[in-house]
Structure formats: C-alpha cells, structure tokens
C-alpha cells in the first residue's frame, strides 16, 4: 500500500500585530475549526493525532503540551509536541501517518508574541552560558555578524540585500494576511536605522499574532476528504553545530542537509523541477544564504539574482510570493505556517492575484533562529 500524506485541511487565526482581546486558547480554536471544516471532517473525533509546535520559554508555561488539546478537541488523544518550527511539525505528522498507526494527524503553531516582553532575554538563554551569555548584550549581534561575514565571503552587496525587502514587501501587498506590506525603495531600506551593523531596522522581520492548524491524511483517505490534496513529498531536517565558536559561518549546512534529504525522500534530483519556493527570511541577507544554501543558486549569484528580478513573482524562480516573514510578520514557531499556507494556496490554485499560471511543485524551508543552525526543508507536490 501507498504511504503516501496529503494536507487536506488548512485554517488560521490571521496575523495581527498585537491581539490584547483574545487569548492563544481562541486563536488556535479558531483556526482549528477552519481547518476541519476546510478538511470536511465528520467530528474532530476522527483525527488519530495531534502534533503541536511550542518552546516552553516562549509560551511562559512548562510542558505546554497540557495546554494544547482543548482547543483541538484533543482531550484523551496522543499529543506530540516538539520544539520546532511548524515546518517539522507537519514533517512529524507525517511520519506519524507513515508508521501506519495513523490515518489523520492534526498540526498546531500559534505565536502571542505581543505577550512576550523581554523576548531577546529569552532568546539570550540559548547562547553558550560560558562564552557568550555573560556579554549580556541583545543577541541579535550574532545576525549581524553573519551578514557581514556573508556579504564579504559571497560579495554580496548591501543593495542586494536591500532588493529582497523590496521585493518582499511588495509581494505581502497581494497577500490579505499581510502586516508588514508595504512599496519601499531600495534607498529607502538603505536609510533604515542600523540595529546590529551591518544589519538594519528594514532588514529585520517583525513578530506578530496568530495561530495555524492543518490537518494531514494517508492518501487511502485523503482523496475522501479533499478533493484538491497537496502532498507532502519529502521532509528533511539538520542541526549544525549552536556554538558560536564551532558552527560552520562558511556554508549553511543545514539548509543544504534538509534539502538533499528532502530531495532524496521526493526522488527528484534538482531544484529546477519546482515552480516556487517560500524561503525564511527573517533577516533579509538570510533569504540569499538559504538560496544559495540549498543550491538552488551558487556561491554569490543569488544577490545578483534577486537584483535582477529573478526572483520575482514573474521571474524564472518566484521566491516568497507570500511576501514571507518581512511582509507577513514573524509568528515565532508558527512561521513556516505562512510557506506552508502559501504553497497549499498555489497548489490548489486559490490564491488570487498572486496566483502562479504554473503551480505544480513547491518547496519551503525554515530556520528555528538566532542562535540556531538548524532547518527544515519540505517538498509538496499539487493535486493529480
């Protein structure tokens, strides 16, 4: 038999800035709800599983997973949940299917980040407690270390780096669950206030509110539950090494790990059979390093690339057409949520405006953030 997983339900609680009149608890119900439905589900009593993606530090709460299956109508159903983007929560869920002790497995990521007041403390908590911790200093300088070290090891300038916020912000205008749209000029990025240098104020992603849930099935039911399944081909993931001091600053590692594993699962043997991509970019310069990380472009090209208008939703390789997390906003664990949405959207070919003429097979990737060096690459494939 197949082992084949589709997503076949998809629903949100969209991004909003700050939501002071509703609690997590009503965002993931919310979108929960949108996802069943959206997935023709009977009862939420038919999902076998649950998989939810939270960082107890984030969340302020210990063994978050208690918090989790009201909201789902998960009460007395396995919960699995991992510190992860929302990217390796669908790559789980699918692994979960694929052990063939489950046909339905329902995904959850949500960010209250306008709760969080001293998120660069918490974030300070995963640097070395000997080297780098006792700096005390906002650990956002470890990005701008790495985009200087990326711009003089590629030679890639700060106008193109700028180009990608253009371009991103631009694409989130067509995008209804955009923040952060907006019609900036390059100059106009240039000219952003310098936070960690080389880094800039327009450089960086903004976190928002707002909560995801999908819902994957084994292909023996999911043909029952939606008509347009986007499957899920390959899923891979890596960890470089989270030291400062022992990470590899000259290649990410694990963006091209994730992909060759992903690659490998999907039995395709290139990047040039995908229509699109939905890349992180957290910090601009990230979404070049990750480009050139998977291989879909080579050392120093994807600059130049983008400042050419390649990667335009018009250009040869459409990168997020969404308007990724520089014109959504960052949803802590729940970003790869925006790729994700994004990619189901193209592939069922409902996303308006935006809409692709040629959507057939997309990949996203997604980084867990400073300090991490570890990624998730999933490839999906649209309705046959």
């Not at 983007?85 to 995904?107: E, N, P, S």
């Not at 989130?172 to 990025?189: I, Q, T």
């Not at 023996?220 to 600053?249: F, H, M, Y």
Request: charged share 25%; proline share 3%.
């Amino acid at each position: 038999m197949s082992d084949k997983v589709a997503i076949v339900g998809v629903g949100i609680s969209r991004p909003q800035k700050e939501t002071p009149d509703i609690s997590y608890k009503e965002m993931v119900y919310e979108a929960a709800v949108s996802s069943y439905n959206d997935a023709a589900l009977a009862s939420h009593r038919d999902i076998d599983g649950f998989v939810t993606c939270a960082e107890d530090f984030l969340e302020g709460t210990s063994i978050f997973d208690e918090y989790t299956p009201d909201q789902l109508g998960a009460v007395q159903k396995p919960v699995h949940t991992i510190c992860g983007d929302f990217l390796h929560g669908l790559a789980i869920a699918t692994m979960k299917i694929k052990t063939g002790l489950m046909d339905i497995v329902a995904v959850e990521a949500h960010s209250k980040a306008s709760n969080i007041k001293t998120y660069y403390h918490i974030v300070n908590y995963a640097l070395d407690p000997v080297w780098n911790r006792p700096l005390n200093v906002n650990p956002y300088y470890v990005a701008g270390l790495e985009m200087r070290y990326f711009m003089n090891n590629t030679n890639t300038s700060e106008e193109e780096i700028a180009q990608v916020v253009v371009k991103n912000k631009k694409n989130a205008l067509h995008n209804d669950l955009n923040c952060f749209g907006a019609s900036v000029s390059r100059k106009e990025v240039l000219k952003s206030q310098t936070t960690f240098s080389p880094l800039r104020e327009l450089h960086m992603s903004k976190h928002v509110d707002g909560a995801f849930v999908f819902v994957l099935a084994h292909e023996s039911v999911a043909k029952k539950l939606q008509k347009n399944p986007v499957w899920i081909t390959g899923c891979g993931w890596s960890s470089d090494s989270p030291t400062l001091e022992t990470r590899n600053w000259d290649e990410c590692e694990y963006a091209k790990r994730s992909t060759y594993m992903a690659l490998k699962q999907a039995g395709l043997k290139n990047l040039n059979q995908f229509d699109f991509f939905e890349i992180d970019d957290t910090f601009a310069y990230k979404e070049l390093q990750h480009l050139e990380g998977i291989g879909l472009y080579e050392k120093g090209s994807a600059g130049k690339a983008c400042l050419n208008g390649d990667l335009n939703t018009d250009g040869k390789t459409p990168v997020n057409i969404s308007g990724g997390t520089l014109g959504v906003g960052a949803l802590l664990e729940a970003s790869g949520g925006i790729r994700a949405l994004e990619i189901v959207k193209q592939l069922r070919g409902d996303s308006g405006k935006r809409q692709l003429q040629k959507a057939k097979r997309a990949l996203a990737l997604s980084w867990r953030g400073i300090p991490t060096t570890s990624g998730v690459v999933l490839t999906f494939e649209g309705p046959k």
